[in-house]
């Protein structure tokens, strides 16, 4: 795992595309879903509640519709129906996004985007967050003209990217990804792309890892101008 920020920032200047997931590494908004999550499934007990949260903090990065259908048929024994996953996703939605909106960034990381704006480099968000909400968000946190294109769910992450190599016709060595979760750094070492692990809950995770990856707390000590 790198850590000196000197080759973190000449591996860095390297890359053509850069590549965000969202709660965790732009937004300081990952507890905010944690307690939605506790919220809707609190009406069945706290029992089920706790066993949703734990699953989803070692889950994160995924999506919440598939979570929602994991949690309903191995928690509740329910199938749910197309009608009530939206209908939960609708709920969650109302009780998310304003919060995410106003929370706090990643330190650093508004500077970070805007040193990359300034040197013309490409820049996506691809996260687990539906397309319509995230790009909601990040429209109200006025951070759309840092971003070429937002990626979202339903189409999972790996297939995001899959979609950024066709498109913008780039070689995986020329991308980074930013993440803060297990799930981020398994969908870079699939797609075979570079990944920087953001906050202390990735940190134990790439201390294991056998991938040359690059850590950094939060964006304050890193410039690439």
């Known amino acids: ?40 499934y609190k009406p069945y007990g706290e029992s089920i509640a706790k066993k949703v949260i734990n699953h989803h903090k070692a889950n994160q990065g995924k999506s919440r519709f598939q979570k929602f259908k994991y949690y309903h048929l191995n928690y509740l024994s329910i199938k749910i ?11 969650f939605s ?4 304003n919060k995410v909106i106003e929370s706090s960034e990643i330190s650093g990381v508004n ?12 820049c996506i968000v691809n996260t687990g967050t539906p397309k319509k909400e995230i790009v909601e968000i990040i429209k109200k ?5 840092y971003f070429i294109k937002i990626y979202g769910s339903p189409t999972s992450k790996i297939d995001n990217f899959k979609s950024v190599i066709n498109e913008f016709n780039i070689n995986k060595r020329d991308i ?5 979760s ?3 750094l398994h969908v870079a070492m699939q797609i075979g792309i570079q990944f920087v692990g953001i906050g202390k809950s990735i940190y134990n995770v790439l201390l ?3 991938r040359n990856t690059c850590y950094l707390l939060d964006f304050s000590e890193i410039s690439l101008l």
Do not use: P
């Not at 500077?111 to 490409?122: D, G, M, P, S």
């Not at 980074?176 to 803060?180: A, I, L, S, T």
């Open 1 to 40: 795992m790198i850590t000196d920020l000197t080759e973190i920032k000449k591996l860095l200047k390297s890359k053509k595309l850069y590549a965000f997931d969202f709660d965790g590494v732009i937004a300081d908004s990952v507890e905010i879903k944690t307690e939605a999550f506790y919220k809707l």
């Open 182 to 184: 297990m799930h981020d």
């Open 208 to 210: 294991n890892s056998s």
């Open 81 to 91: 129906d197309k009608e009530n996953l939206n209908k939960l996703g609708k709920n």
């Open 141 to 145: 946190r006025n951070l759309s003209k």
């Open 111 to 122: 500077n970070f985007l805007e040193n990359l704006h300034l040197l013309n480099k490409k």
């Open 94 to 97: 109302n009780i998310i996004v």
């Open 176 to 180: 980074v990804y930013f993440g803060d």
